[in-house]
């Protein structure tokens, strides 16, 4: 069965940073690219950044670029996102999902950045 | 990185069809058959519908469909069922190696 558990988020104050981790079991996950997507309380879904199966190419949405960093340690099948200079409006429900085409999701972690 | 337009809303009667649409442009939604539709309980994580435009992931029922027309995808179901009432979401690759979805859509089952 395929698992994925985010963990990591909490309260931070703006400008601060925060890790996001997401374990990853239940299939190979050295031969996935994997994404992070957000959710804004009451809002829809925002695709924030993917990684490559050997995490040597990267891509991120023009509102977080220089901020967040992601990468992964397939050794440990372990993706994370490391967010700096968070603002109120990084408050969110952070989902990472597998797959080019979001495959499967985990449950989210909620990161909240007060305004 | 514009997101995609879905209607905020639509409804159906269980039994009937529905489809919602998802435009995009010529650099994401037309320029490429990676379109996926996701499903969203409120409070749940989503789950993957279709992906590839019309391809069907295993255990997803068959009420579920998927198709693109230049620059706008559809998501239809059939036999609309009381537990489809959710909100649903289209995404996309997109010509600059990024994804894009759309606004959501709230299927209501009358």
């Known amino acids: 069965e395929v698992q994925l558990v985010e963990s990591g988020g909490g309260l931070v104050q703006p400008g601060g940073s925060l890790r996001l981790s997401c374990a990853a079991s239940g299939f190979t996950f050295s031969s996935y690219w994997m994404h992070w997507v957000r959710q804004a309380p009451g809002k829809g879904l925002v695709w924030v950044s993917r990684i490559n199966s050997d995490g040597t190419s990267t891509s991120y949405a023009d509102s977080v670029k220089g901020r967040f960093t992601i990468s992964r340690d397939n050794a440990k099948n372990t993706l994370y996102l490391q967010m700096s200079s968070l603002r109120a409006e990084d408050t969110a429900v952070y989902y990472c999902?597998?797959?080019?085409?979001?495959?499967?999701w985990g449950q989210g972690t909620l990161v909240t950045v007060p305004s | 990185q514009s997101a995609l337009t879905q209607p905020a809303s639509v409804s159906g009667s269980p039994g009937q069809s529905i489809t919602i649409s998802c435009t995009g442009t010529?650099?994401?939604?037309?320029?490429?058959?990676?379109v996926s539709w996701c499903q969203q309980y409120p409070g749940k994580a989503p789950k993957l519908m279709i992906y590839d435009v019309s391809k069907r992931p295993s255990g997803v029922s068959t009420r579920f469909s998927g198709s693109k027309s230049g620059n706008t995808a559809s998501l239809t179901i059939s036999g609309l069922q009381a537990e489809d009432e959710a909100n649903y979401y289209c995404s996309s690759y997109t010509s600059s190696s990024t994804w894009v979805f759309g606004g959501g859509t709230k299927l209501t089952v009358l």
């Open positions: 999902a597998n797959n080019w085409a979001f495959e499967y």
């Open positions: 010529n650099s994401d939604v037309g320029a490429y058959n990676y």
